[in-house]
């Protein structure tokens, strides 16, 4: 096991108000699986995730798209939602 799945075990997966995530992981910026539940997807795809002042954009992709691409796609919107103030 390791150092890491109690995070995702015991903080992750835990339950609030009677509910709890379907599956959840903590993954290095390098890709590398940190630790993971036994239901988290993995695959040759990704996601990108920009905040802006109002919003979270989020973008999935899967292969052949890489994650510079994805990660174009939804940073040019998140700026421009951000340059509007939302």
Known sequence: ???WQPYVD????????GHYL???AIIGH???VWSQSPTFPQGPGGV???KTNM???IGMYDEPMTPGQCN???ERLGDYL???SY
């Open 1 to 3: 096991m390791s150092a």
């Open 10 to 17: 015991d903080h992750l997966m835990c339950e609030i108000e």
């Open 22 to 24: 379907s599956s959840a």
């Open 30 to 32: 390098d890709g590398s």
């Open 48 to 50: 990108t995730v920009k």
């Open 55 to 57: 919003a979270l954009i």
């Open 72 to 74: 174009m796609i939804v």
């Open 82 to 84: 951000i340059e509007q």
